[in-house]
């Protein structure tokens, strides 16, 4: 059998396959890119594109209680789900397929078919084989589901995408940001959401101010949070869904079960055992910081290899990957700390650096110096049902580093971006104080924090 050559062979066309395969063409170098399913990945057609979709039409809902705070008589407005569900696929169908476009564009061979390994220099897709001098593993990850009695009856987060029709009653299993995001937005759009929580707290890796503020707010919507409610069985009963939970609750009359448990990477189909690839006991990738695998010319990056599952993370990896591969940084690597996220609850969350759990086990509590404070949005100033805002900085008492940084409240999504570039940057408590505030706004109080904010450690 004939083998093609490249210089670069790259599996899975998601965001951080792509982002890699680009960067390493532009530097002249001769790239194929494998894909089975559809150019964008995860993130482009079942995840954070489409999702925020949603989150925009939740928060659209959630708006219209204010209009007649502001003068505003409207009539109660009437939701078409199916439109939005239209319009959402219509726009990630044309995204991918421009994604797959600038592909070609850039001379990258498009394989379409699912890889699997021959040796470690070669991979076969649809009965060919392809060789490279260098392979870079991007295929991401898929939802876990439990192995209960009646799982098939539940989805994940792609049978949210799929969804028809709004469920009026469903049940989310999962504490993490994916079962707290998808119950907001169910719950603006008019499910009555429970949420089935195996411990007792939600976010439990977010700081706790996040946590506990979340914890209310969820609470004050109508959300259910069933804690100790590990899930042991799903019937399916006259037409309607039933939860069993290993502490003898029951849960009935349920229209969808949907898991956010946690995600396995997807590689059962890649033979990583025929090139010697190793992974960890939970199957993600094993790679050193500069995203290499025990094999030398093997890479990975995003989130089969676990390290931090975040679409912007596996495009930063993969192009400064490439750019040591064939450009000329030879020291380019990602540094993983002080990434920010944000969970598009409503309201959002931002968050980077340590949390202030993190902080008291690295630094202890007489090291640190904490600042909080707490808000109402002026868009709720007229309003009975205020937008909670709540603010957390932590610093070195020492040098009055900042080390982390917590916000819940509207508009922490886009707020946090800039502080996160300070922040990266070293920036300290000193360096916010010299700032001047722009007023009226959220993103003034992390600028304008003083003594009177500081809370025991």
Same mark, same amino acid.
């Given at each position: 059998?004939?083998?093609k050559?490249?210089?670069?062979i790259?599996?899975?066309?998601?965001? !951080?396959?792509? =982002?890699?395969?680009? @960067?390493? +063409?532009?530097? #002249?170098?001769k790239?194929?890119?494998? $894909?089975?399913?559809?150019?964008?990945?995860?993130?482009?057609?079942?995840?954070?594109?489409?999702?925020?979709?949603?989150?925009?039409?939740?928060?659209?809902?959630?708006?219209?209680?204010?209009?007649?705070?502001?003068?505003?008589?409207l009539?109660?407005?009437?939701?078409?789900?199916?439109?939005?569900?239209?319009?959402?696929?219509?726009?990630?169908?044309?995204l991918?397929?421009?994604?797959k476009?600038?592909?070609?564009?850039?001379?990258?061979?498009?394989?379409?078919?699912?890889?699997?390994?021959?040796?470690?220099?070669?991979?076969?897709?649809?009965?060919?084989?392809f060789?490279?001098?260098?392979?870079?593993?991007a295929?991401g990850?898929?939802?876990?589901?439990?192995?209960i009695?009646?799982?098939?009856?539940?989805i994940?987060?792609?049978?949210?995408? !799929?969804?028809? =029709?709004?469920?009026? @009653?469903i +049940?989310?299993? #999962?504490?993490?940001?994916?079962?707290? $995001?998808?119950?907001?937005?169910?719950n603006?759009?008019?499910?009555?959401?429970?949420?089935?929580?195996?411990?007792?707290?939600?976010?439990?890796?977010?700081?706790?101010?996040?946590?506990?503020?979340?914890?209310?707010?969820?609470?004050?919507?109508?959300?259910?949070?069933?804690?100790?409610?590990?899930?042991?069985?799903?019937?399916?009963?006259?037409?309607?869904?039933?939860?069993?939970?290993?502490?003898?609750?029951?849960?009935?009359?349920?229209?969808?079960?949907?898991?956010?448990?946690?995600?396995?990477?997807?590689?059962?189909h890649?033979?990583?055992?025929?090139?010697?690839?190793?992974?960890?006991?939970?199957?993600?990738?094993?790679?050193?910081?500069?995203?290499?695998?025990?094999?030398?010319?093997?890479?990975?990056?995003?989130?089969?290899?676990?390290?931090?599952?975040?679409?912007?993370?596996?495009?930063? +990896?993969?192009?400064?990957?490439?750019?040591?591969l064939?450009?000329?940084?030879?020291?380019?690597?990602?540094?993983?700390?002080?990434?920010?996220?944000?969970?598009?609850?409503?309201?959002?969350?931002g968050?980077v650096?340590?949390?202030?759990?993190?902080?008291?086990?690295?630094?202890?509590?007489?090291?640190?110096?904490?600042?909080?404070?707490?808000?109402?949005s002026?868009?709720?100033?007229?309003?009975?049902?205020?937008?909670?805002?709540?603010?957390?900085?932590?610093?070195?008492?020492?040098?009055?580093?900042?080390?982390?940084?917590?916000?819940?409240?509207?508009?922490?999504?886009?707020?946090?971006?800039?502080?996160?570039?300070?922040?990266?940057?070293?920036?300290?408590?000193?360096?916010?104080?010299?700032?001047?505030?722009?007023?009226?706004?959220?993103?003034?109080?992390?600028?304008?924090?003083?003594?009177?904010?500081?809370?025991?450690?």
């Amino acid at each position: 059998m004939k083998t093609k050559h490249f210089d670069l062979i790259v599996i899975g066309a998601g965001s !951080g396959g792509i =982002a890699t395969a680009e @960067k390493a +063409a532009s530097y #002249g170098a001769k790239v194929a890119i494998i $894909e089975k399913q559809q150019a964008g990945g995860t993130c482009v057609n079942l995840g954070c594109v489409p999702k925020k979709i949603m989150w925009y039409a939740g928060d659209l809902s959630d708006s219209f209680h204010y209009a007649s705070d502001f003068g505003f008589q409207l009539a109660a407005p009437q939701f078409n789900f199916a439109t939005l569900v239209r319009h959402r696929q219509q726009f990630t169908q044309s995204l991918s397929e421009r994604l797959k476009k600038k592909l070609l564009k850039h001379k990258i061979t498009f394989l379409q078919g699912s890889a699997a390994f021959v040796d470690a220099h070669t991979v076969e897709v649809n009965n060919q084989h392809f060789s490279a001098t260098h392979i870079v593993i991007a295929t991401g990850c898929e939802s876990k589901k439990p192995t209960i009695k009646g799982v098939e009856y539940g989805i994940t987060s792609d049978g949210f995408f !799929g969804l028809r =029709a709004v469920p009026k @009653k469903i +049940a989310i299993v #999962g504490n993490g940001y994916i079962a707290t $995001e998808l119950a907001s937005i169910l719950n603006q759009l008019g499910s009555q959401v429970k949420i089935l929580i195996r411990k007792n707290k939600i976010l439990s890796h977010f700081d706790s101010m996040i946590s506990e503020t979340l914890t209310d707010i969820l609470l004050s919507k109508g959300i259910q949070l069933l804690y100790k409610h590990d899930t042991a069985e799903i019937h399916q009963h006259q037409g309607k869904l039933l939860v069993r939970c290993k502490n003898k609750k029951t849960i009935t009359d349920l229209d969808a079960v949907l898991f956010a448990i946690g995600r396995s990477p997807r590689t059962q189909h890649l033979h990583l055992a025929a090139a010697n690839i190793k992974t960890n006991t939970d199957g993600f990738i094993k790679t050193n910081k500069w995203e290499t695998t025990n094999i030398p010319h093997i890479y990975a990056i995003g989130d089969v290899t676990g390290k931090k599952l975040l679409t912007p993370v596996a495009i930063a +990896a993969g192009r400064k990957l490439a750019a040591r591969l064939f450009g000329k940084e030879k020291k380019s690597y990602l540094d993983y700390q002080n990434i920010p996220t944000v969970v598009f609850t409503h309201p959002p969350i931002g968050s980077v650096g340590l949390t202030h759990e993190q902080a008291i086990d690295k630094y202890g509590r007489q090291k640190l110096t904490i600042y909080q404070t707490e808000f109402s949005s002026l868009f709720s100033a007229f309003a009975a049902k205020k937008f909670p805002s709540k603010m957390r900085l932590i610093t070195l008492k020492k040098t009055g580093k900042i080390i982390g940084c917590h916000i819940i409240g509207p508009n922490a999504d886009e707020m946090l971006q800039g502080f996160a570039v300070a922040i990266k940057m070293g920036a300290t408590k000193a360096d916010f104080d010299k700032v001047v505030a722009i007023h009226p706004t959220s993103a003034e109080e992390l600028v304008t924090l003083k003594a009177s904010n500081i809370i025991k450690a």
